[in-house]
């Protein structure tokens, strides 16, 4: 169950880091800080069409990643459930077997008090006899 949830885990930041793989980065601070002088309509529609695709592409990736972590935070939610259970039914085992175990020693116990009740019933009889 260890290996399962370690697989979970590395299976989870694969797909994440996958989905930030193809991420598209543009240095447009860098070239409009290099530009001198000003920016013309074009210059400037075509840096607003590139945010518009970065923009788009990052919607979709953190769309993708919400997705994989939603996925890899279910996953563990139905893991600790699974756990939960096995550690409650393995309690209820554990406080099972120290209560037979329990009653086994009482069982004895009364067994070993009524062979010396006898014994000392006995004894009594024995001094009343030699009594009288």
């Known amino acids: 169950m260890l290996l ?10 694969s797909c994440a880091q996958q989905a930030f793989k193809d991420a598209i980065i543009i240095p447009i601070g860098d070239n409009l800080a ?12 075509q840096y607003i069409e590139d945010i518009s695709l970065i923009t788009t592409q990052l919607s979709k990736n953190e769309c993708t990643f919400s997705h994989v972590l939603n996925k890899a935070a279910r996953d563990i939610k139905a893991f600790l459930q699974w756990a939960n259970i096995l550690f409650i039914l393995f309690i209820l085992l554990l ?10 020693s009482l069982s004895a116990s009364e067994k070993v008090l ?6 000392l019933n006995d004894a009594n009889k024995e001094l009343e006899h030699f009594l009288t």
């Not at 009524?114 to 014994?119: G, H």
């Open 34 to 45: 290099r530009k001198e002088g000003k920016l013309t309509a074009a210059i400037k529609l």
């Open 114 to 119: 009524k062979v010396t009740i006898i014994e």
């Open 95 to 104: 406080a099972s077997l120290f209560a037979f175990r329990m009653m086994d």
């Open 4 to 13: 399962y949830f370690g697989y979970l885990f590395a299976n989870r930041e």
